[in-house]
C-alpha cells in the first residue's frame, strides 16, 4: 500500500543541476520526517539529506552541503531535492524514505558525466 516515487534522475554534465521528486501514497509525507539517501556502485548506500517539518528545519551531509536542498509539498504530499553543482562524484541511484528506513522505493539513477 505503501509506495514512494522517485523520478527526476538522468545524465547531467558536472556543474549541471537537477531536481528530484518524490512522491508518496499510502503515507503523509507530513507525518514522517523525510530524506534522501544515495547508493554508488560498490558502495554502501549513504544519508544525503533529511527535512523536518518543524520550521521546517534540514540537514545535510558534509559531502552535499551548499550544493543540495531538500523541501517538501504537502499539497502534492511530496519531497524534493534540488542539486546544483554537480559533481561526478554525485553519481548514484538516489532514494527517498522516512528517517526511519521503512519503506525503499526503486530509486532514480543520477549520473554525472562529460
Known amino acids: 500500500q505503501v509506495q514512494l516515487v522517485e523520478s527526476g534522475g538522468g545524465l547531467v554534465q558536472p556543474g549541471g543541476s537537477l531536481r528530484l521528486s518524490c512522491v508518496a501514497s499510502?503515507?503523509?509525507?507530513?507525518?514522517?520526517?523525510m530524506a534522501w539517501y544515495r547508493q554508488a556502485p560498490g558502495k554502501e548506500r549513504e544519508f544525503v539529506a533529511r527535512i523536518y517539518w518543524r520550521g521546517p528545519s534540514t540537514y545535510y551531509a558534509d559531502s552535499v552541503k551548499g550544493r543540495f536542498t531538500i523541501s517538501g509539498d504537502n499539497a502534492k504530499n511530496a519531497v524534493y531535492l534540488q542539486m546544483n553543482s554537480l559533481r561526478p562524484e554525485d553519481t548514484a541511484i538516489y532514494y527517498c524514505?522516512?528517517?526511519?528506513?521503512?519503506?525503499w522505493g526503486q530509486g532514480t539513477q543520477v549520473t554525472v558525466s562529460s
Open positions: 499510502g503515507l503523509t509525507v507530513s507525518s514522517f520526517d
Open positions: 524514505n522516512t528517517v526511519g528506513r521503512v519503506y
